[in-house]
T-cell receptor, first 111, second 115 residues
Framework: DTTVKQNPRYKLARVGKPVNLICSQTMNHDTMYWYQKKPNQAPKLLLFYYDKILNREADTFEKFQSSRPNNSFCSLYIGSAGLEYSAMYLC??????????FGPGTRLLVL | GEKVEQHQSTLSVREGDSAVINCTYTDTASSYFPWYKQEAGKSLHFVIDIRSNVDRKQSQRLTVLLDKKAKRFSLHITATQPEDSAIYFCAASRGRGSALGRLHFGAGTQLIVIP
């Protein structure tokens, strides 16, 4: 089973409020990724965990936080949502090979 | 950093015809090039990939060509079927070694197969 799950599927947030998105996988994958996808744009890598080590991309370093309490779960945290955070957030996982397995995404709308 | 471009936002073909989706990349160190498919209402699903040690890879009706000199790669779909209709994303990576699998995606090409 190569299933990656994301919760919630839809999230409505107010400007200035925090947002926490959850991703889980039961494949014992060592690496979990978070991407941001806006309409008609490429999925953009935000950050990823390799085992317990968090790697954040330089241009999103201060905007997103993440935690990985165990191998199966990974969260994406926005401390203070702005309108520009409205997007689809995709979680993916990988181990061994190069193929990344994607979850269904969480659609975030910030008002 | 790496920039991957898909210049066709939409591609329409007749059922049974071939479709070709093109991508370019900028990082000469990129060595891994996967393609993902996103059907309506679903998430990205891996379809095929190619590594820089070969210039062609085929899997059933799908073929990927890689031209390292031109920094260009393409997805060829033969005998298209309505179920091939989807958004296709190309991506490039330096591989799972030093880059730990960082994928840089193109913006996607909407393939429409007309019955």
């Amino acid at each position: 089973d190569t299933t990656v799950k994301q919760n919630p599927r839809y999230k409505l947030a107010r400007v200035g409020k925090p947002v926490n998105l959850i991703c889980s996988q039961t494949m014992n994958h060592d690496t979990m990724y978070w991407y941001q996808k806006k309409p008609n744009q490429a999925p953009k890598l935000l950050l990823f965990y390799y085992d317990k080590i968090l790697n954040r991309e330089a241009d999103t370093f201060e905007k997103f936080q993440s935690s990985r309490p165990n191998n199966s779960f990974c969260s994406l945290y926005i401390g203070s949502a702005g309108l520009e955070y409205s997007a689809m957030y995709l979680c993916a996982s990988r181990t061994g090979g190069d193929t990344q397995y994607f979850g269904p995404g969480t659609r975030l709308l910030v008002l | 950093g790496e920039k991957v471009e898909q210049h066709q936002s939409t591609l329409s073909v007749r059922e049974g015809d071939s479709a070709v989706i093109n991508c370019t990349y900028t990082d000469t160190a990129s060595s891994y090039f996967p393609w993902y498919k996103q059907e309506a209402g679903k998430s990205l699903h891996f379809v095929i990939d190619i590594r820089s040690n070969v210039d062609r890879k085929q899997s059933q009706r799908l073929t990927v060509l890689l031209d390292k000199k031109a920094k260009r790669f393409s997805l060829h779909i033969t005998a298209t079927q309505p179920e091939d209709s989807a958004i296709y994303f190309c991506a490039a990576s330096r591989g799972r070694g030093s880059a730990l699998g960082r994928l840089h995606f193109g913006a996607g090409t909407q393939l429409i197969v007309i019955p």
